[in-house]
């Protein structure tokens, strides 16, 4: 974000906290950023602290729909630990596709990868043991399932980067799935590929050619086909994840290799299976996506909650009221099916004290991580506006953030600046960590950039959000994670060496796709 009008004082605020970033977790160093951001504004652009407060409160409600997701699903997947219910999952995944690695790696990694991360879970702490209980390297139980799930990212915690694109664009939901969804057969491909050179170079891409080419192209062209259809856009990650897996289990039934085989499961591993039915250890899940199915897909009840009760608030005097839609969004159902769920698992007294006290723990810092770089944003947005008889008057190019930085990268970019963006996007994810993040940072400076230069704005902000999501597999904090639970620390920054090489080489496709599109 440091280009142009380097001569300027004003545009020199996008580097200072790059330091920070380097070095520290992303609530630090969102914090850090938050802070130095509302200096520049007081100092350079002439923003009064009540607009840069303001502004701040206006970005914190915007990043509901990640923010409060991730709490949400924290919740969920702690209920699903403490009771065992996470345990019995895993040992049934276990099973899986044991005869043909390449189908195992797809459906672990891509299918329920995306599957997990679509429902609000985390594909890095969970996948990892079982990559390294079916005899994977440390290295590769830590890389792959950081990198499996990242071409349908945007679909993470049911579509909440999608639902923050759809709101800060005021582009229809269903539309902007249409922009997104077409980088998706190339991209879901591509990071198939990627898994398999990680696992064994260019003899295991070769060696699995054909699961891998099914497996991508059935990802990306399930994205692309709920998409046209316009409903259930929320469901992508789940419906996809379902498709990819049900193709692969096709594929090893036409190659005669058992779809489960239970050989390997050590005497506690069949202690935990008899402990708990599967539905019963997946009814949390099962009862969450049957509600979104619902409340998505039956058209009263959907034009009820996500429009009708949209619930907004107005923040920004004079600005566009920012809609909540609280009993639509899906942190709210996450709640919801945890708690009917109670009945089956029958959790403890002793269990709720542990789920509580986990929860409280791990919660906290996610949320401020998710929800402070939309704070940055929103004051990014609205420096120099200057409050004026009830409504907020906006400033000349010259005097706010976002107008400045764009118009020096159009001068500098200018016609290449469509592909360009695509690594701003990695940069902002890496930095961030997070695609929701990446797309609240940058759509209202790619919206500037692509007006001065006519390219197509939607799709110059896909191909930025979409490189977001590929920095998932250079996010230290995820990688750090992943290495936790197989008590590998220290193997992440041997991951990231390999993975910074794949995940520019993917940005630099996703820059392509944008220039080619926009």
């Not at 280009?3 to 920070?20: E, K, N, Q, V």
């Not at 044991?98 to 797809?106: A, E, G, N, Y």
């Not at 960590?433 to 400076?445: C, M, N, Q, R, V």
Request: with cysteine.
């Amino acid at each position: 974000m440091t280009i142009g009008y380097s001569a300027d004082s004003r545009t020199r605020f996008a580097g200072i906290g790059l330091a920070y970033y380097s070095r520290w977790p992303a609530d630090l160093s969102g914090l850090a950023g938050w802070i130095v951001t509302i200096a520049i504004a007081y100092l350079f652009f002439n923003t009064s602290l009540e607009v840069g407060l303001t502004a701040s409160l206006a970005g914190l409600i915007a990043s509901f729909p990640v923010s409060l997701m991730v709490v949400t699903s924290i919740f969920q997947i702690t209920f699903l630990e403490c009771t065992g219910a996470l345990k019995r999952i895993v040992v049934f995944v276990k099973t899986i596709a044991l005869r043909d690695q390449t189908v195992q790696i797809m459906i672990i990694n891509m299918g329920i990868g995306t599957l997990l991360v679509a429902v609000g879970a985390t594909p890095v702490s969970i996948l990892p043991p079982i990559m390294l209980a079916l005899g994977y390297s440390t290295f590769v139980a830590v890389a792959l399932p950081a990198l499996g799930y990242d071409a349908l990212c945007t679909y993470a915690l049911l579509g909440g980067a999608l639902v923050i694109f759809s709101d800060m664009t005021g582009t229809p939901l269903n539309e902007a799935a249409l922009v997104f969804s077409k980088f998706m057969p190339i991209i879901s491909t591509m990071i198939g590929f990627g898994m398999l050179f990680i696992v064994g170079g260019w003899a295991k891409m070769r060696e699995g050619f054909v699961p891998c080419l099914l497996a991508g192209s059935t990802m990306g062209l399930t994205a692309m086909a709920v998409a046209h259809i316009g409903h259930g856009v929320v469901l992508t990650g789940v419906i996809a994840g379902m498709a990819t897996i049900i193709v692969m289990m096709l594929y090893l039934k036409l190659n005669k290799h058992p779809i489960l085989d239970r050989s390997q499961l050590t005497p506690q591993d069949i202690a935990t299976e008899q402990s708990m039915p599967l539905l019963t250890a997946l009814a949390p899940w099962i009862i969450l996506v049957s509600c979104c199915l619902i409340i998505n897909f039956w058209p009263p009840l959907y034009n009820f909650l996500f429009k009708e009760l949209a619930m907004a608030v107005e923040i920004i005097p004079g600005g566009k009221p920012l809609n909540t839609r609280m009993l639509w969004n899906a942190y709210t159902w996450v709640i919801i099916s945890t708690l009917i769920a109670v009945p089956l698992l029958k959790p403890t007294k002793a269990q709720w004290k542990e789920i509580l006290t986990k929860w409280l723990k791990r919660a906290p810092r996610p949320f401020f991580s998710a929800a402070v770089f939309f704070s940055i944003a929103y004051v990014m947005m609205y420096s120099g506006y200057t409050p004026q008889n009830g409504v907020w008057n906006p400033p000349g190019l010259e005097t706010n953030m976002i107008s400045v930085l764009a118009l020096g990268s159009a001068e500098v970019f200018n016609g290449v600046y469509s592909a360009i963006a695509a690594y701003l996007g990695l940069l902002g994810g890496f930095v961030s960590g997070s695609e929701a993040s990446t797309i609240a940072l940058f759509t209202k400076y790619n919206e500037i950039i692509s007006d001065l230069l006519k390219f197509d704005f939607l799709t110059v902000a896909a191909g930025t959000a979409i490189a977001g999501g590929l920095a998932s597999v250079i996010s230290p904090a995820k990688l750090q994670n992943a290495a936790a639970t197989i008590d590998a620390l220290g193997i992440e920054s041997k991951v990231i060496k390999v993975a910074v090489v794949i995940s520019i080489v993917f940005t630099s496709v996703a820059a392509l796709l944008t220039f080619i599109w926009a």
